[in-house]
């Protein structure tokens, strides 16, 4: 496929580009400055393509001729806590929808977060059970979760003006190299992120899987939860719940044993056929 990468050069991007021009895809990559010192910078399938993704006609110029997007681009953290990354996020995040329906590309997965539920950067978690999954309620207080939930709602949105489109929302938790980048010998620095992370070549390729799979389980806008199945401390997981999070119920028919995460990527599963492959790194 021909596949367009917004946010190439940030450190999910460049997994995302790695591993699709290794599966032979053709790839755009677009960011608001060349790559350096790259490992694919000579390869004749990657072609760059210097673009502020906040310019709308910028972005429906650059995706002409693609087949699919996996949009990256974005401020990864509410940063001032007031306009910058609120703006930024959601006006990206539209232009890449709207442009995939103006062009008729049929398939984009976009960067969300595990933030559109309250976590580390809100004022206080709230939880109505343990482990999360996409049917918790989000409501987020701060701008980064917020411009999240919104892209999720364009997405929403979009596909229903424009079914022959599919839009996966993938909520990533910390993308990281491997499992000891997060581990924190007080449990307490990661207890409002409930101890998530994601290997980062197990998130790009939860991307490329809800670009390119074609088996037909799911259509129109999902949202996804992208985290490894085990947590990033050594402690058993109802000890770090009981000790931390003791008020919050367990869902039924779920269990937090042993390491297991506090967040359920079983639809990941069942419908991207994704499972987080390197579990115990």
């Not at 001729?65 to 910058?84: I, M, N, Q």
């Not at 980064?144 to 424009?162: C, D, H, M, N, P």
């Not at 939860?206 to 401390?233: M, Q, R």
């Amino acid at each position: 496929m021909k596949l367009a990468i917004t946010g190439c050069n940030g450190s999910v991007g460049q997994r995302v580009l790695i591993a699709a021009l290794r599966n032979g895809h053709d790839i755009i990559g677009i960011d608001t400055a060349p790559p350096k010192d790259c490992e694919y910078g000579s390869n004749p399938k990657f072609d760059f393509r210097q673009v502020d993704v906040r310019d709308y006609d910028a972005v429906l110029r650059v995706l002409q001729g693609c087949e699919g997007v996996v949009h990256l681009a974005g401020v990864r953290s509410p940063e001032d806590y007031v306009v910058k990354t609120h703006n930024t996020n959601v006006v990206m995040s539209w232009n890449v929808l709207r442009a995939a329906a103006e062009l008729s590309i049929k398939r984009v997965a976009q960067a969300s977060s595990v933030n559109v539920i309250p976590l580390v950067y809100s004022v206080q978690p709230v939880f109505e059970y343990f482990p999360l999954d996409e049917d918790h309620p989000c409501c987020p207080d701060e701008p980064y979760g917020l411009s999240k939930l919104i892209a999720e709602t364009q997405a929403a949105t979009i596909v229903r003006r424009y079914p022959f489109m599919r839009v996966a929302s993938l909520r990533l938790s910390w993308s990281l190299p491997q499992r000891s980048d997060a581990v924190r010998q007080d449990p307490a620095q990661r207890k409002n992120d409930l101890w998530g992370y994601v290997q980062e070549d197990a998130g790009a390729e939860a991307f490329l899987l809800a670009v390119t799979n074609d088996d037909g389980k799911w259509s129109g806008h999902e949202a996804f939860f992208i985290t490894a199945p085990h947590t990033s401390d050594e402690r058993d997981s109802m000890v770090l719940k009981e000790q931390f999070w003791a008020d919050v119920p367990i869902k039924p028919g779920k269990d937090l044993s042993g390491r297991n995460s506090f967040f359920d990527c079983s639809k990941a599963e069942r419908l991207l056929g994704w499972t987080h492959s390197n579990a115990g790194a």
